[in-house]
Structures are given as structure tokens and as C-alpha cells.
């Protein structure tokens, strides 16, 4: 790991993330993120050369289906399955105080 990110690096990317980190947990990041950094610079030393890009991974060979509009269901059937309803609103717990 001679290419190692620095601690002062790793607290960058915490302060970015608005994590606020043991000594433990920074030790730990940093050597987690430098494994990233190093397969990051492997896979930017390989040979590409010919091969097509892609557009999405995920995306490859799926066909979507077709965005066809449908009935909405009725607000009715949903109010019975709520635990609370009362004048067309669902009624839920307070969870701001």
C-alpha cells in the first residue's frame, strides 16, 4: 500500500461525509479506501482497446415494458386496509415534536 490514501485525506472524505470517526474507525477507513484506490488503478491499467462501451449494466439486454396506463385504484380499498382514516386523510403517529 505505498499509494495509500493519508489520514489527512481519509478526514477529508469523512468531514465530506459528515462522518465524525473514531481513531479505530479512521484507521479502518483508510485502509478500506485505499483497496478501493488500488482496484481502481488496476482496472485503469487494463487494456480496453476495442471494446464497446455500455451504456447501462443493468440495463443490458433487458427490454422494458411498455408504460401503459392503468386504472387507479380506489382510495376506498386503501382506506380499509389503514390502520387510522378519518375525512379522506390517512391519520398517522406524530414522529416531530
Known amino acids: 500500500m505505498s499509494d495509500a490514501i493519508s489520514e489527512e485525506e481519509t478526514r477529508k472524505v469523512a468531514s465530506l461525509a459528515k462522518l465524525a470517526l473514531s481513531a479505530d474507525e479512521l484507521a479502518l477507513y483508510r485502509a478500506q479506501l485505499s483497496r478501493v484506490l488500488e ?40 382506506a380499509a386496509l389503514a390502520p387510522s382514516f378519518a375525512d379522506g386523510h390517512f391519520r398517522v403517529p406524530k414522529v416531530v415534536e
Open 39 to 78: 482496484h481502481v488503478r488496476e482496472l485503469e491499467s487494463l487494456d480496453v482497446e476495442g471494446v464497446e462501451e455500455a451504456v447501462s449494466a443493468s440495463a443490458a439486454g433487458k427490454a422494458l415494458r411498455a408504460d401503459d396506463p392503468v386504472p387507479a385504484a380506489n382510495a376506498a380499498d386503501y
